[in-house]
């Protein structure tokens, strides 16, 4: 009897199903436009990487009048956007972003907590502009609405 063509489709399948299970460490999360920036829309996409989380974002605008090239600062707060409470996480070792191909802006971060630990708790992103534009918030998402 020939083992090797089921070894070989058992070993298919387990690579295929850890596959599409890593899907499952990324999440988005809508982030609402504050009346500052009314109009525009944003999210950021959350991965599990080694014991953190990483946030890739995405913003479409930023308030007339923000210095260029544009400066973002972002936090995990404890709390909901309607309900804030402390900064959890500040993410501001770096501030830049890259403008996107189309339109809006891209860039990342990171928080040293693990992607499950944020979804059990009740976090928020903030967006925020730099003092330089005032310390605007611009965008907020509550992590516990977030699409998987």
């Avoid at 199903?17 to 920036?37: E, M, R, W, Y």
């Amino acid at each position: 009897m020939n083992y090797s063509t089921p070894l070989t489709a058992l070993l298919l399948t387990a690579s295929l199903f850890g596959c599409t299970s890593s899907s499952d460490h990324t999440i988005t999360v809508p982030l609402k436009a504050t009346q500052k920036n009314a109009g525009q829309i944003a999210n950021a996409t959350l991965n599990a990487v080694d014991g953190e989380t990483n946030f890739d974002f995405y913003l479409s605008g930023v308030p007339d009048g923000t210095t260029l090239p544009l400066r973002i600062f972002t936090f995990v707060n404890k709390g909901s956007c309607q309900q804030p409470g402390p900064v959890a996480y500040d993410m501001n070792d770096r501030i830049t972003t890259q403008r996107a191909a189309e339109a809006g802006w891209t860039f990342y971060r990171s928080a040293p907590i693990p992607l499950p630990d944020l979804l059990s708790g009740k976090y928020s992103i903030l967006v925020r502009t730099t003092p330089e534009d005032g310390s605007v918030d611009i965008f907020c998402g509550d992590i516990v609405q977030a699409v998987r």
